[in-house]
């Protein structure tokens, strides 16, 4: 059974960077699209990055340019490394496939961006 679970988030001030981590286990990662998904307080959920099985990414207009996402398929881990954060980016992480399985919605990882 596929299990999806996220780590580091945390606090950081405004400009401050954080990587965040995925690891799978129980599949063969490299077979997926992959995403990582943000939902802040009173807002829907929303895709912030994506990778796709052949390595080709996409990205949020909000968080081009500042998030990186990369995947290592040999240790089935997701990651999405974040820099010049900003209070807007405050939110629970939380890594999926994609298009999202809603039976893989994990606990996430909060993240909150504020000095």
């Known amino acids: 059974q596929v299990q999806l679970v996220e780590s580091g988030g945390g606090l950081v001030q405004p400009g401050g960077s954080l990587r965040l981590s995925c690891a799978a286990s129980g599949s063969i990662l490299r077979l997926y699209d992959m995403g990582w998904y943000r939902q802040a307080p009173g807002k829907q959920r929303e895709l912030v990055a994506s990778?796709?099985?052949?390595?080709?990414?996409t990205y949020a207009d909000s968080v081009t340019g500042r998030f990186t996402i990369s995947r290592d398929n040999t240790n089935n881990m997701v990651y999405l490394q974040m820099n010049s954060l900003k209070p807007e980016d405050t939110a629970v992480y939380h890594c999926?496939?994609?298009?999202?399985?809603?039976?893989?919605w994990g606990q996430g990882t909060q993240v909150t961006v504020s000095s």
């Open positions: 999926n496939f994609r298009p999202p399985v809603a039976m893989y």
């Open positions: 990778i796709a099985s052949d390595g080709r990414t």
